[in-house]
Protein backbone atom coordinates (compact mmCIF):
# COMPACT_ATOMS: atom_id res chain seq x y z
CA UNK A 1 0.00 0.00 0.00
CA UNK A 2 0.80 3.67 -0.07
CA UNK A 3 0.35 6.38 1.59
CA UNK A 4 0.22 9.50 -0.47
CA UNK A 5 -0.07 13.15 1.23
CA UNK A 6 -1.36 16.36 -0.92
CA UNK A 7 -1.75 19.78 -0.56
CA UNK A 8 1.78 20.72 1.62
CA UNK A 9 4.35 21.11 2.47
CA UNK A 10 2.62 22.82 5.16
CA UNK A 11 4.98 24.29 7.64
CA UNK A 12 3.10 23.89 10.61
CA UNK A 13 2.15 19.96 9.55
CA UNK A 14 4.59 18.54 7.82
CA UNK A 15 7.76 17.82 9.45
CA UNK A 16 5.70 16.01 12.14
CA UNK A 17 4.38 14.06 9.48
CA UNK A 18 8.09 13.49 8.49
CA UNK A 19 8.84 12.51 11.93
CA UNK A 20 6.38 10.05 12.30
CA UNK A 21 6.72 8.62 8.68
CA UNK A 22 10.41 8.35 9.21
CA UNK A 23 9.38 6.75 13.14
CA UNK A 24 8.18 4.13 11.70
CA UNK A 25 9.95 3.37 8.83
CA UNK A 26 7.09 4.15 6.33
CA UNK A 27 7.87 5.49 2.76
CA UNK A 28 5.58 7.83 1.08
CA UNK A 29 4.70 9.88 -1.47
CA UNK A 30 3.92 13.71 -1.48
CA UNK A 31 1.78 15.73 -4.03
CA UNK A 32 2.81 18.98 -3.42
CA UNK A 33 1.51 22.51 -4.57
CA UNK A 34 3.97 24.79 -6.03
CA UNK A 35 3.44 27.75 -4.07
CA UNK A 36 3.56 26.07 -1.34
CA UNK A 37 6.86 24.65 -2.08
CA UNK A 38 8.44 27.93 -2.77
CA UNK A 39 7.40 29.16 0.61
CA UNK A 40 8.61 26.38 2.00
CA UNK A 41 11.61 24.87 -0.05
CA UNK A 42 13.51 23.07 2.90
CA UNK A 43 10.76 20.64 3.79
CA UNK A 44 10.31 19.45 0.06
CA UNK A 45 13.96 18.71 0.39
CA UNK A 46 13.96 17.13 4.06
CA UNK A 47 10.95 14.77 2.46
CA UNK A 48 13.08 14.07 -0.54
CA UNK A 49 15.83 13.20 1.51
CA UNK A 50 14.04 10.95 3.88
CA UNK A 51 13.20 9.03 0.40
CA UNK A 52 10.17 10.10 -0.11
CA UNK A 53 8.59 10.41 -3.86
CA UNK A 54 7.69 14.19 -4.73
CA UNK A 55 5.23 14.84 -7.18
CA UNK A 56 3.15 17.58 -9.00
CA UNK A 57 0.11 18.78 -7.37
CA UNK A 58 -0.35 22.12 -9.28
CA UNK A 59 1.21 25.72 -8.56
CA UNK A 60 -2.06 26.94 -6.84
CA UNK A 61 -4.24 23.90 -6.79
CA UNK A 62 -6.03 24.39 -9.63
CA UNK A 63 -8.69 22.66 -11.45
CA UNK A 64 -7.26 21.58 -14.22
CA UNK A 65 -10.42 21.19 -16.38
CA UNK A 66 -10.76 24.57 -16.36
CA UNK A 67 -7.61 25.46 -18.06
CA UNK A 68 -6.23 25.61 -21.41
CA UNK A 69 -3.54 23.80 -22.64
CA UNK A 70 -1.54 26.28 -22.32
CA UNK A 71 -2.96 27.07 -18.52
CA UNK A 72 -1.84 23.51 -17.52
CA UNK A 73 1.47 23.42 -18.97
CA UNK A 74 1.98 26.56 -16.97
CA UNK A 75 1.08 25.37 -13.69
CA UNK A 76 2.76 22.20 -13.56
CA UNK A 77 6.09 23.53 -14.82
CA UNK A 78 6.07 26.17 -12.69
CA UNK A 79 5.51 23.65 -9.85
CA UNK A 80 8.55 21.43 -10.70
CA UNK A 81 10.56 24.68 -11.18
CA UNK A 82 9.50 25.65 -7.76
CA UNK A 83 10.15 21.77 -6.90
CA UNK A 84 13.75 21.57 -8.60
CA UNK A 85 14.59 25.23 -7.03
CA UNK A 86 14.39 23.36 -3.65
CA UNK A 87 17.17 21.29 -4.86
CA UNK A 88 15.10 18.21 -5.26
CA UNK A 89 14.10 16.31 -8.65
CA UNK A 90 10.65 15.73 -9.32
CA UNK A 91 8.92 12.81 -9.92
CA UNK A 92 7.01 11.99 -13.05
CA UNK A 93 4.23 12.34 -11.21
CA UNK A 94 1.16 14.61 -11.27
CA UNK A 95 -1.76 14.31 -8.71
CA UNK A 96 -4.55 16.65 -10.25
CA UNK A 97 -6.14 18.43 -7.28
CA UNK A 98 -9.37 17.62 -6.86
CA UNK A 99 -9.15 14.35 -9.00
CA UNK A 100 -9.95 16.30 -11.76
CA UNK A 101 -9.21 14.89 -14.62
CA UNK A 102 -9.84 14.07 -18.31
CA UNK A 103 -8.41 12.39 -22.11
CA UNK A 104 -6.82 16.35 -21.90
CA UNK A 105 -5.84 16.94 -18.75
CA UNK A 106 -3.81 13.41 -19.21
CA UNK A 107 -2.51 14.74 -22.50
CA UNK A 108 -1.24 17.72 -21.79
CA UNK A 109 0.31 16.29 -18.57
CA UNK A 110 1.82 13.28 -20.65
CA UNK A 111 3.01 15.67 -23.33
CA UNK A 112 5.47 17.24 -19.87
CA UNK A 113 6.22 13.61 -18.85
CA UNK A 114 4.19 13.70 -16.33
CA UNK A 115 1.79 10.49 -15.36
CA UNK A 116 -1.68 11.66 -13.66
CA UNK A 117 -1.77 9.54 -10.45
CA UNK A 118 -5.28 8.97 -8.46
CA UNK A 119 -6.20 6.54 -5.51
CA UNK A 120 -7.73 3.56 -4.21
CA UNK A 121 -8.66 4.80 -0.82
CA UNK A 122 -10.15 7.80 0.31
CA UNK A 123 -10.66 8.36 3.77
CA UNK A 124 -12.05 12.14 3.24
CA UNK A 125 -9.51 13.06 5.98
CA UNK A 126 -10.00 16.70 4.73
CA UNK A 127 -13.39 16.91 5.48
CA UNK A 128 -14.35 15.34 8.66
CA UNK A 129 -14.15 12.38 10.92
CA UNK A 130 -12.01 12.43 13.94
CA UNK A 131 -8.57 10.10 14.13
CA UNK A 132 -9.71 6.92 14.82
CA UNK A 133 -12.67 7.31 11.97
CA UNK A 134 -10.15 8.08 9.75
CA UNK A 135 -7.73 5.11 10.38
CA UNK A 136 -11.27 2.97 10.01
CA UNK A 137 -11.91 3.98 6.83
CA UNK A 138 -8.50 3.71 5.36
CA UNK A 139 -8.25 0.43 7.00
CA UNK A 140 -11.76 -1.02 5.99
CA UNK A 141 -10.95 -0.15 2.25
CA UNK A 142 -7.81 -2.13 1.71
CA UNK A 143 -7.69 -4.95 -0.41
CA UNK A 144 -4.98 -7.93 0.04
CA UNK A 145 -2.76 -7.76 -3.27
CA UNK A 146 -4.57 -4.53 -4.53
CA UNK A 147 -2.92 -1.36 -5.19
CA UNK A 148 -3.93 -0.03 -2.17
CA UNK A 149 -2.96 3.99 -2.84
CA UNK A 150 -3.84 6.31 -0.24
CA UNK A 151 -5.12 9.75 -0.15
CA UNK A 152 -4.33 11.45 3.09
CA UNK A 153 -3.43 15.06 3.13
CA UNK A 154 -0.24 17.13 4.80
CA UNK A 155 -1.59 20.67 4.28
CA UNK A 156 -5.46 21.32 4.96
CA UNK A 157 -6.95 22.46 8.03
CA UNK A 158 -7.75 19.43 9.26
CA UNK A 159 -4.09 17.55 8.59
CA UNK A 160 -3.94 17.25 12.35
CA UNK A 161 -5.88 14.69 12.64
CA UNK A 162 -4.77 12.70 9.95
CA UNK A 163 -1.45 13.45 11.51
CA UNK A 164 -3.06 11.61 14.95
CA UNK A 165 -4.62 8.68 12.44
CA UNK A 166 -1.34 7.94 11.03
CA UNK A 167 0.31 5.53 14.29
CA UNK A 168 -3.23 3.11 14.19
CA UNK A 169 -3.07 2.93 10.17
CA UNK A 170 0.55 2.03 10.14
CA UNK A 171 0.20 -0.33 13.04
CA UNK A 172 -3.41 -2.05 12.19
CA UNK A 173 -2.27 -2.51 8.35
CA UNK A 174 1.58 -4.18 9.27
CA UNK A 175 -0.49 -6.20 11.68
CA UNK A 176 -2.78 -7.28 8.71
CA UNK A 177 0.53 -8.09 6.51
CA UNK A 178 0.59 -4.79 4.13
CA UNK A 179 3.81 -3.13 3.14
CA UNK A 180 4.45 0.66 2.64
CA UNK A 181 5.77 1.87 -0.23
CA UNK A 182 6.35 4.75 -2.21
CA UNK A 183 4.92 5.21 -5.92
CA UNK A 184 6.96 4.23 -8.64
CA UNK A 185 7.41 5.86 -11.87
CA UNK A 186 3.99 4.27 -13.16
CA UNK A 187 2.30 5.55 -10.63
CA UNK A 188 1.99 1.93 -8.39
CA UNK A 189 3.16 1.07 -5.16
CA UNK A 190 6.33 0.31 -5.86
CA UNK A 191 8.20 -1.44 -2.49
CA UNK A 192 11.95 0.00 -2.51
CA UNK A 193 14.53 -2.69 -2.64
CA UNK A 194 17.20 -2.47 -0.81
CA UNK A 195 21.24 -3.33 -1.46
CA UNK A 196 23.06 -5.06 1.53
CA UNK A 197 26.92 -4.60 2.00
CA UNK A 198 29.21 -5.32 4.15
CA UNK A 199 33.05 -3.71 5.08
CA UNK A 200 35.61 -6.04 5.69
CA UNK A 201 36.61 -6.32 9.36
CA UNK A 202 39.64 -6.83 11.71
CA UNK A 203 40.24 -7.62 15.35
CA UNK A 204 43.10 -8.40 17.39
CA UNK A 205 43.01 -11.76 18.83
CA UNK A 206 43.13 -12.93 22.20
CA UNK A 207 44.76 -14.32 24.44
CA UNK A 208 43.85 -18.13 25.43
CA UNK A 209 41.02 -18.41 26.97
CA UNK A 210 39.58 -15.04 26.49
CA UNK A 211 37.72 -15.45 23.21
CA UNK A 212 37.70 -11.86 20.98
CA UNK A 213 34.84 -11.35 18.65
CA UNK A 214 34.99 -10.15 14.77
CA UNK A 215 32.19 -8.02 14.08
CA UNK A 216 30.94 -7.57 10.42
CA UNK A 217 28.35 -4.38 9.70
CA UNK A 218 25.85 -5.64 7.47
CA UNK A 219 24.41 -2.24 5.87
CA UNK A 220 21.22 -1.90 3.52
CA UNK A 221 21.75 1.54 1.14
CA UNK A 222 17.76 2.35 1.92
CA UNK A 223 15.48 1.97 4.97
CA UNK A 224 13.24 -1.12 3.77
CA UNK A 225 9.28 -1.04 3.84
CA UNK A 226 9.09 -4.41 4.90
CA UNK A 227 11.03 -7.16 6.28
CA UNK A 228 14.00 -8.51 4.24
CA UNK A 229 16.65 -10.89 5.08
CA UNK A 230 20.42 -12.05 4.14
CA UNK A 231 21.99 -15.40 4.83
CA UNK A 232 25.24 -15.55 6.41
CA UNK A 233 27.32 -17.91 7.01
CA UNK A 234 31.75 -17.95 7.64
CA UNK A 235 33.96 -19.84 5.49
CA UNK A 236 38.26 -20.61 6.13
CA UNK A 237 40.55 -18.75 4.28
CA UNK A 238 43.81 -18.76 6.46
CA UNK A 239 41.47 -18.93 9.59
CA UNK A 240 40.25 -22.01 10.13
CA UNK A 241 36.23 -22.81 11.43
CA UNK A 242 36.26 -24.59 14.64
CA UNK A 243 40.25 -23.81 15.18
CA UNK A 244 40.29 -19.78 14.53
CA UNK A 245 36.93 -19.14 14.88
CA UNK A 246 33.38 -20.31 15.54
CA UNK A 247 31.15 -21.52 12.57
CA UNK A 248 28.07 -19.15 12.18
CA UNK A 249 25.56 -20.41 9.72
CA UNK A 250 22.49 -17.72 10.03
CA UNK A 251 19.74 -15.54 8.16
CA UNK A 252 20.05 -11.74 9.44
CA UNK A 253 16.68 -9.79 9.10
CA UNK A 254 16.31 -6.63 9.16
CA UNK A 255 13.16 -5.09 10.38
CA UNK A 256 11.45 -2.58 8.72
CA UNK A 257 13.15 0.88 8.98
CA UNK A 258 16.53 -1.04 10.48
CA UNK A 259 19.61 -0.55 7.73
CA UNK A 260 22.47 -2.06 10.08
CA UNK A 261 22.59 -5.31 11.75
CA UNK A 262 25.71 -6.92 12.80
CA UNK A 263 27.30 -10.36 12.99
CA UNK A 264 29.65 -11.87 15.77
CA UNK A 265 32.04 -14.16 15.09
CA UNK A 266 33.70 -15.81 17.88
CA UNK A 267 37.91 -16.11 17.58
CA UNK A 268 40.09 -18.19 19.62
CA UNK A 269 42.79 -16.86 20.68
CA UNK A 270 46.19 -19.21 21.30
CA UNK A 271 49.79 -18.09 22.11
CA UNK A 272 51.21 -19.14 18.62
CA UNK A 273 53.02 -16.24 16.10
CA UNK A 274 51.29 -16.26 12.91
CA UNK A 275 51.20 -14.24 9.93
CA UNK A 276 47.62 -12.28 9.86
CA UNK A 277 45.02 -14.86 9.93
CA UNK A 278 42.24 -14.33 7.32
CA UNK A 279 38.03 -15.74 7.16
CA UNK A 280 35.15 -14.87 5.12
CA UNK A 281 31.91 -14.10 5.88
CA UNK A 282 29.99 -14.94 3.06
CA UNK A 283 26.00 -13.67 1.95
CA UNK A 284 23.58 -15.15 -0.21
CA UNK A 285 19.98 -16.35 -0.63
CA UNK A 286 18.61 -12.60 -0.20
CA UNK A 287 14.95 -12.35 0.08
CA UNK A 288 13.72 -8.96 -0.76
CA UNK A 289 17.07 -7.23 -1.20
CA UNK A 290 20.07 -7.68 -3.29
CA UNK A 291 23.18 -8.78 -2.19
CA UNK A 292 25.89 -5.57 -3.29
CA UNK A 293 28.82 -7.55 -1.84
CA UNK A 294 28.58 -11.48 -1.87
CA UNK A 295 31.71 -11.19 0.78
CA UNK A 296 33.81 -9.49 3.55
CA UNK A 297 37.33 -10.55 4.98
CA UNK A 298 37.91 -10.85 8.48
CA UNK A 299 41.12 -10.03 9.74
CA UNK A 300 42.50 -11.80 12.90
CA UNK A 301 45.45 -9.88 14.03
CA UNK A 302 47.97 -11.84 16.11
CA UNK A 303 48.71 -10.22 19.52
CA UNK A 304 51.25 -12.77 20.51
CA UNK A 305 55.20 -12.26 20.73
CA UNK A 306 57.72 -13.62 18.46
CA UNK A 307 59.14 -16.73 19.17
CA UNK A 308 62.46 -17.47 20.72
CA UNK A 309 63.59 -19.85 18.31
CA UNK A 310 65.62 -21.53 20.85
CA UNK A 311 64.13 -25.51 20.78
CA UNK A 312 64.95 -25.60 24.66
CA UNK A 313 62.19 -22.76 25.16
CA UNK A 314 59.80 -24.42 26.33
CA UNK A 315 57.17 -22.00 26.51
CA UNK A 316 57.55 -21.52 22.83
CA UNK A 317 56.82 -24.94 22.04
CA UNK A 318 54.02 -26.37 24.21
CA UNK A 319 51.21 -24.64 22.97
CA UNK A 320 52.42 -25.90 19.70
CA UNK A 321 50.37 -29.11 20.99
CA UNK A 322 47.35 -28.55 20.83
CA UNK A 323 47.20 -27.18 17.18
CA UNK A 324 45.91 -29.85 14.25
CA UNK A 325 49.28 -30.66 12.42
CA UNK A 326 47.66 -30.54 9.21
CA UNK A 327 47.90 -26.71 9.23
CA UNK A 328 51.77 -26.95 9.94
CA UNK A 329 52.40 -29.21 7.09
ZN1 LIG B 1 -5.33 18.77 -3.25
Redesign the pocket.
Known amino acids: MALTF??GPSSALTPSFLTSLAKRGVPATF?V?GQRVAASPALVRRAARAGHVVGN??YA?ENLLFLTDAGIRSTLRRTATAIRSAGVTPSALM?P??GAVDDRVRRVAGELGLTSVLWDVDPRD?EFGDAATIARRVLGALHPHGSNVVLL?D??ARSSITLQALPAIVREARARGYCFARLGPGGRPTPPVPAVSVPDTVVREGDPGSPTTLRFTLRLDRPTSRRVSVRVRTASVSAVTGDDFTRVVRRVRFPVGVVRRSVAVSVRGDRIDEARERMRLRLDRGRRLTIADARATGTIRDNDPRPNLDIRDASVVEPLEGRPWSRCG
Open positions: DDFVHSHRPYWHGV
